[in-house]
Every structure is written in structure tokens, then in C-alpha cells.
């Protein structure tokens, strides 16, 4: 389609679609329509039209013999005014002729015209089909820029020869594909590296004011850019038309851009991710890209490494699609997962050592991949659901409570690790029940419990965190254990001394040592010498076992105990500071 005047607004402006059979067989029943836009009015066509729909024309062209010579039909048409069209707007035709017979080129059956609409104009111009912005999917199907060089005589006199000399950029533009179109007169041509000069002699061209319609003239030609140029390159070029022997007028520059393609995304990695996640996107057109997002929130940052790479760290995120934006379009694709951060609300105990289960409560603990106390690793965990972690401590340090997920990681302050006791020496390494053993160490402070061969001790101090003083009780031969907060430590090597015997009913009966009453039943009262030490009082059975250990004061001089527990039978009451022992026979009995 080649325009014969400017597309000016308010004016009449005429079109002219040319076509011709290029083939080797007839094409019958032809139809050609032309779509016009609705900023264009159509007033009247030659010939005339066959039907109107809308805004498209139709003519019923019958059959079209090969090579039987070009064809035009002239569409009429005027252009509307502001606001409905205004200077500048670009508006779209399209011609298109079908047929019924297979076609081996159905490309070229089909033709799109972009024009500018103009106001106050210059009547020699040159012009490009696309007006200035050739889609980079057309540059790719190697599709034509057609071009049209109008010119009028605006003299006083008659011009006899013109002749236009056009230089087109042959680094960019391919000259093997250039070919006429159309021209308004008879002309010669020639083509010498990238410059074209068209000849028109004896044009007899009239001036305007004595034949303005016969004044005006046009050449139209096609060419194709060149294959591999980047989306964004352009061309341009001024041609300058020669009447008689004046100097040139020049044309405007007719300029036209190869859009460049919109970005493409083949892929991103991983697939999913939480708030941090850095995301690296493959594709292609990605240069000038400036809006990254994950389910529609932007990207916190990212970078484009490349036109075919981005990396980009996930922000506040949301499941969908991944899209990238440049200067020349937004693309996506779907399947991003975001996993939202874990957060932790509570955990218990708040403190503990090596070995001690801590429960972690809180939410987002799926696929959990660590857990950290003060910094250290826990020694195993077990994700229980979503909202539970159960937690070993090891060699940890006090600080937070870490949990890291793929979703990211969250820390709550406040745990405190308690290193694990330790028994560097313990003395006497050997006793009796009711002796007192000094155990010596570190993180002694907190202890909860002491044994002595595996039996607690009747009593113990902790004196600080390097000391404990305690009572052996009805003990047994074998390990000091120490037990704090943080852990369990023994150590080998104590014999506990077992009475085996003690004197019988009025042997040894001290008279330092008294009891009231005996018999007795329930509650009764030893009455024993003062001690500035620790001194203990055992109850002993007839078989040497010790049944009872009490603890007394020091300085004290009575002891209530209660034999409430004891069967009814004969026992021993023994009194020992650890320097001496005193011994009285005891009788319990039942009401």
C-alpha cells in the first residue's frame, strides 16, 4: 500500500494498493481487503468496492492471471481531527488479498503500513512503511521496509526533468533484495554502492498553481535489512530531489528503529525460596532490565550479569509466576514457591548442657536443614511438625537459638549453655555410711544430685563451683557421680566400708548417748554429745544393714527421728562426728 499524499489531519488523502500474480497459475476468486484505521474515514475507492464492514473494504477481483501486469485500486479516504485523531498518532492499514488455490508464498499476500498522521507538511518527504518502529519479530521473518520519496513542483514553471538521489546504508541494508514498487511517472534507475538515483526525464511536471494535482509525483522501492543486527539498531537517510537545474531539496530523514524483542525466560534456579533466596534467572533480552519479581513483590535486588542471566535475591515474596521487565516488555513464567522465614516463639528449658532435649516451638519449621545453640550446631534434631523441633544439645555456647529452613533463618536470644561437671579428685576414697567426702572439680554449681556407687548420697553441699561436701549413705563400692544441669560425670574408685556387726542389746550402751522412749513407736529423741563437726546418726538391723541415716547440726545435742517406717523389732542407734562412735540399743514396738 503506498500513500499518494501525507495523512494530513482533516484532509483527503488517497491509498493506493498495488498487486500483482506472481506466479504460474491462475488465482481465482480473489478477494482484497483493506482494513483501515479508525482514526481514517473512507470516502470512495476505484474501483469500486464490493462490500464495507466496519472499518474494512473488500473488492471481488475475480481471477488474476500470472504476470498479467501490476494493479492498483485508489482508496479515498479522509483523516478525522483532533481529539479523535491528532499530529503524531501512528495509524495501522493492512491489505491483504485471499485466495482459493494453494499459495507457495501466503507471506506476501499480506501487507502492513504504519503512517503518522501529519498537520502542516513539506511536500517532498520521504516516508517508511512502519513509521519509524519495525517489530523485531518482523525483522526476523525477513520482512521488507518499503519506502515512498513524494515530491511536488512548487516553482513557477514547468519542471521538464527531476531526478532523486537516495544513499541508503548498504552496512545495514541488504541491496541484493532492493526492488521497485511503483512510481507515479516513467523512470530510470541505477544502483551504484548503496546510492540509487531515479531519472525522470522530460516529467513535464507543472507547478502548482497551475495543475496543483499534476504537480505532485512519487517513487516507491523495497529493501531488507541486513540479517544478524541487534534489536535497537536503526537506519536513516535523506533523499534529495533535483528539478531541472535548482538546487536540491532535501526530504526530512526518514528514521526506523528495530524494537528490540521483548526478554524471554527459559528457566529459573531454584525453584523455590524464602525471604533472601538468591534466584538466577536464564533467558535471553534481559539487557536494561529493571523490575524483578516472585509472585508479583518485587525482587529486594538483583543484578543482570548479562543479557541471558540475572541473579536476584527473593524479598517478602509470594508463590507465582517469576517476571522480568525491560525497556521492551515484561515476561513470566510460573512455578516460584515461596517459603515463608521460620519463626521461633519459645523454647524450653532455657538452659541446659551436653545431651539435654530442648523443645522449640514456633511456626514455618518444614524441611528445617540446622539447628544451632549459641552459634553450634545441635547434636541431632527431629522436625515433629510444622510448629515443633526437638533439639539435642552438644558442645554448645549461650546465645540464640538458631533454625534455618529453606524459607531462611530466625534466632531467639536467651538460651544458656551450662558446661558439663567435672570430678578431678574426691577424699577419703573410702567410709562407712554417714562419712563425709569432699569432692573436688569444676561446674559444680547447680548440682541436683550425688551418689556413691550408685546410691544418692544422704546429703550433700554444694560448696562452690569447684566443691561439694557429701554424706555417704547406705551406699555401695563404686563410681562418684555428680549430676548439675549440665550432665552426669562420675568417677571410679570409692569402696564404701559396710558394719558388719555391732555390739548386742546393753554392749557399748554409752551413757552419752540416750534414747526417749524405748521402746519407741513412731517418734523418738537421741540425746548425744555436741560436735563441731559433722556428725550423723545411723539406724542399724541385727543383720548389719543400714536402715536410716539422719544429718545433725553441728553443736546440736538432740536429734528427733522418726522409726514410724521401721518394723517392729530390735535395732541399733549409732552416733558418729567421724572421730567417735557411740552406740545404743533401740527397741521399736506398735501401739
Given at each position: 500500500?503506498?500513500p499518494?499524499?501525507p495523512?494530513?489531519?482533516?484532509?483527503?488523502?488517497t491509498?493506493?494498493?498495488?498487486y500483482?500474480?506472481?506466479g504460474?497459475?491462475p488465482?481465482?476468486?480473489?478477494?482484497?481487503?483493506?482494513k483501515?484505521?479508525?482514526?481514517?474515514?473512507?470516502?470512495?475507492?476505484?474501483?469500486?468496492q464490493?462490500?464495507?464492514?466496519q472499518?474494512?473494504?473488500?473488492?471481488n477481483?475475480g481471477?488474476?492471471?500470472?504476470?498479467?501486469?501490476i494493479k492498483?485500486?485508489?482508496?479515498?479516504?479522509?483523516?478525522?481531527?483532533?481529539?479523535?485523531?491528532?499530529?503524531?498518532d501512528i495509524?495501522q492499514?493492512?491489505?491483504?488479498i485471499?485466495?482459493?488455490?494453494?499459495?507457495?508464498?501466503?507471506?506476501n499476500?499480506?501487507?502492513?503500513?504504519?503512517?503518522?498522521?501529519?498537520?502542516?507538511f513539506?511536500?517532498?518527504?520521504?516516508n517508511?512503511?512502519?513509521?519509524g518502529?519495525?517489530?523485531?519479530?518482523?525483522?526476523?521473518?525477513?520482512?521488507?521496509?518499503?519506502?515512498?520519496?513524494?515530491?511536488?513542483?512548487t516553482?513557477?514553471d514547468?519542471?521538464?526533468?527531476?531526478?532523486?538521489r537516495?544513499?541508503?546504508?548498504?552496512s545495514?541494508?541488504?541491496?541484493?533484495?532492493l526492488?521497485?514498487?511503483?512510481?507515479?511517472h516513467?523512470?530510470?534507475?541505477?544502483?551504484d554502492?548503496?546510492?540509487i538515483?531515479?531519472?525522470?526525464?522530460?516529467?513535464?511536471?507543472?507547478?502548482?498553481?497551475?495543475?496543483?494535482?499534476?504537480?505532485k509525483?512519487?517513487?516507491?522501492f523495497a529493501?531488507k535489512p541486513?540479517?544478524?543486527l541487534?534489536?535497537?539498531?536503526?537506519?536513516?537517510?535523506?533523499?534529495?530531489?533535483?528539478?531541472?537545474f535548482?538546487?536540491p531539496?532535501?526530504t526530512?530523514?526518514?528514521s526506523?528503529?528495530i524494537i528490540?524483542?521483548?526478554?524471554?525466560i527459559?528457566?529459573?534456579?531454584?525453584?523455590?525460596?524464602?525471604?533472601g533466596?538468591s534466584?538466577?534467572?536464564t533467558?535471553?533480552?534481559?539487557?536494561?532490565?529493571?523490575?524483578?519479581?516472585?509472585?508479583?513483590?518485587?525482587?529486594?535486588?538483583?543484578?543482570?550479569?548479562?543479557?541471558t542471566?540475572?541473579?536476584?535475591?527473593v524479598?517478602?515474596g509470594?508463590?507465582?509466576?517469576?517476571?522480568?521487565?525491560?525497556p521492551?516488555?515484561t515476561?513470566?513464567?510460573?512455578?516460584?514457591v515461596?517459603?515463608?522465614?521460620?519463626?521461633?516463639?519459645?523454647?524450653?528449658?532455657?538452659?541446659g548442657?551436653t545431651?539435654?532435649?530442648?523443645?522449640?516451638?514456633?511456626s514455618?519449621?518444614?524441611g528445617?536443614?540446622?539447628?544451632?545453640?549459641?552459634?553450634?550446631?545441635?547434636?541431632?534434631f527431629?522436625?515433629?511438625?510444622?510448629?515443633?523441633?526437638?533439639?539435642?544439645?552438644?558442645?554448645?555456647?549461650?546465645?540464640?537459638?538458631?533454625v534455618?529452613?529453606?524459607?531462611g533463618t530466625t534466632?531467639?536470644?536467651?538460651?544458656?549453655?551450662?558446661?558439663?561437671?567435672?570430678?578431678?579428685?574426691?577424699?577419703?576414697?573410702?567410709?562407712?555410711?554417714g562419712?563425709?567426702v569432699?569432692i573436688?572439680?569444676?561446674?559444680?554449681?547447680?548440682a541436683?544430685?550425688?551418689?556413691?556407687g550408685?546410691?544418692?548420697?544422704?546429703?550433700f553441699?554444694?560448696?562452690?563451683?569447684t566443691?561439694i561436701?557429701?554424706?555417704?549413705?547406705?551406699?555401695?563400692?563404686?563410681?562418684?557421680s555428680?549430676t548439675?544441669p549440665?550432665?552426669?560425670?562420675?568417677?571410679p574408685?570409692?569402696i564404701?566400708?559396710?558394719?558388719?556387726a555391732?555390739?548386742?542389746?546393753?554392749?557399748?550402751?554409752s551413757p552419752?548417748?540416750l534414747?526417749?522412749?524405748n521402746p519407741?513407736?513412731?517418734?523418738?529423741?537421741?540425746?548425744?554429745?555436741?560436735?563441731?563437726?559433722q556428725?550423723f546418726?545411723?539406724i542399724?538391723?541385727?543383720k548389719?544393714?543400714?536402715?536410716?541415716?539422719?544429718t545433725?547440726?553441728?553443736?546440736?545435742?538432740t536429734?528427733?527421728?522418726?522409726?514410724?517406717t521401721?518394723?517392729?523389732?530390735l535395732?541399733?542407734?549409732?552416733?558418729?562426728?567421724?572421730i567417735?562412735?557411740?552406740?545404743?540399743s533401740?527397741?521399736?514396738?506398735r501401739?
Amino acid at each position: 500500500m503506498i500513500p499518494l499524499g501525507p495523512s494530513r489531519l482533516g484532509a483527503t488523502v488517497t491509498y493506493m494498493v498495488v498487486y500483482m500474480n506472481v506466479g504460474t497459475e491462475p488465482l481465482t476468486n480473489a478477494i482484497l481487503s483493506f482494513k483501515k484505521s479508525n482514526k481514517i474515514n473512507f470516502v470512495n475507492a476505484v474501483p469500486a468496492q464490493s462490500n464495507v464492514i466496519q472499518d474494512t473494504i473488500y473488492w471481488n477481483l475475480g481471477t488474476i492471471q500470472p504476470f498479467e501486469g501490476i494493479k492498483t485500486v485508489l482508496v479515498n479516504c479522509s483523516v478525522k481531527i483532533p481529539p479523535v485523531a491528532n499530529i503524531n498518532d501512528i495509524v495501522q492499514f493492512i491489505s491483504n488479498i485471499s485466495v482459493t488455490e494453494a499459495d507457495h508464498t501466503p507471506a506476501n499476500n499480506c501487507d502492513t503500513t504504519l503512517i503518522r498522521l501529519q498537520s502542516s507538511f513539506d511536500p517532498n518527504d520521504k516516508n517508511e512503511s512502519y513509521a519509524g518502529q519495525m517489530p523485531f519479530a518482523d525483522y526476523l521473518q525477513g520482512k521488507e521496509l518499503n519506502y515512498v520519496i513524494r515530491f511536488q513542483n512548487t516553482g513557477n514553471d514547468t519542471a521538464f526533468n527531476v531526478v532523486i538521489r537516495d544513499t541508503l546504508d548498504a552496512s545495514r541494508l541488504d541491496f541484493s533484495s532492493l526492488r521497485m514498487i511503483n512510481a507515479s511517472h516513467s523512470y530510470q534507475v541505477q544502483v551504484d554502492q548503496g546510492k540509487i538515483k531515479w531519472t525522470f526525464n522530460n516529467i513535464n511536471l507543472p507547478d502548482s498553481n497551475v495543475n496543483k494535482p499534476g504537480s505532485k509525483g512519487f517513487i516507491s522501492f523495497a529493501i531488507k535489512p541486513k540479517a544478524g543486527l541487534p534489536g535497537g539498531d536503526s537506519f536513516m537517510n535523506t533523499a534529495s530531489i533535483y528539478f531541472d537545474f535548482n538546487l536540491p531539496v532535501r526530504t526530512n530523514t526518514a528514521s526506523t528503529l528495530i524494537i528490540p524483542p521483548p526478554p524471554v525466560i527459559t528457566s529459573f534456579t531454584p525453584f523455590s525460596g524464602g525471604t533472601g533466596t538468591s534466584v538466577i534467572i536464564t533467558g535471553s533480552n534481559f539487557t536494561g532490565a529493571n523490575t524483578v519479581s516472585f509472585g508479583g513483590t518485587s525482587a529486594s535486588s538483583f543484578t543482570v550479569n548479562s543479557s541471558t542471566n540475572i541473579t536476584a535475591i527473593v524479598g517478602a515474596g509470594a508463590s507465582g509466576s517469576v517476571a522480568v521487565t525491560t525497556p521492551n516488555g515484561t515476561v513470566s513464567m510460573a512455578g516460584f514457591v515461596f517459603i515463608p522465614a521460620p519463626v521461633i516463639s519459645s523454647f524450653t528449658p532455657a538452659s541446659g548442657g551436653t545431651g539435654v532435649v530442648v523443645t522449640i516451638t514456633g511456626s514455618n519449621f518444614t524441611g528445617a536443614t540446622a539447628v544451632r545453640f549459641g552459634g553450634t550446631s545441635a547434636s541431632s534434631f527431629t522436625v515433629v511438625n510444622a510448629t515443633t523441633i526437638t533439639a539435642i544439645v552438644a558442645a554448645g555456647a549461650t546465645g540464640n537459638v538458631t533454625v534455618v529452613t529453606p524459607g531462611g533463618t530466625t534466632n531467639l536470644a536467651g538460651f544458656v549453655y551450662v558446661s558439663p561437671p567435672a570430678i578431678t579428685s574426691f577424699t577419703p576414697p573410702n567410709g562407712p555410711t554417714g562419712t563425709i567426702v569432699t569432692i573436688n572439680g569444676t561446674n559444680f554449681t547447680g548440682a541436683t544430685a550425688i551418689s556413691f556407687g550408685g546410691v544418692a548420697a544422704a546429703s550433700f553441699i554444694t560448696v562452690n563451683a569447684t566443691t561439694i561436701t557429701a554424706v555417704v549413705g547406705a551406699g555401695a563400692s563404686g563410681d562418684v557421680s555428680v549430676t548439675t544441669p549440665g550432665g552426669t560425670i562420675t568417677s571410679p574408685g570409692f569402696i564404701f566400708n559396710v558394719v558388719t556387726a555391732v555390739g548386742g542389746p546393753g554392749n557399748s550402751n554409752s551413757p552419752e548417748l540416750l534414747i526417749n522412749p524405748n521402746p519407741g513407736s513412731d517418734i523418738i529423741i537421741a540425746t548425744h554429745p555436741s560436735s563441731n563437726k559433722q556428725s550423723f546418726i545411723r539406724i542399724i538391723d541385727m543383720k548389719g544393714r543400714t536402715l536410716l541415716v539422719k544429718t545433725v547440726t553441728r553443736g546440736q545435742t538432740t536429734s528427733t527421728i522418726d522409726v514410724s517406717t521401721l518394723a517392729q523389732g530390735l535395732y541399733h542407734l549409732v552416733w558418729t562426728d567421724g572421730i567417735r562412735e557411740l552406740q545404743r540399743s533401740l527397741m521399736v514396738g506398735r501401739k
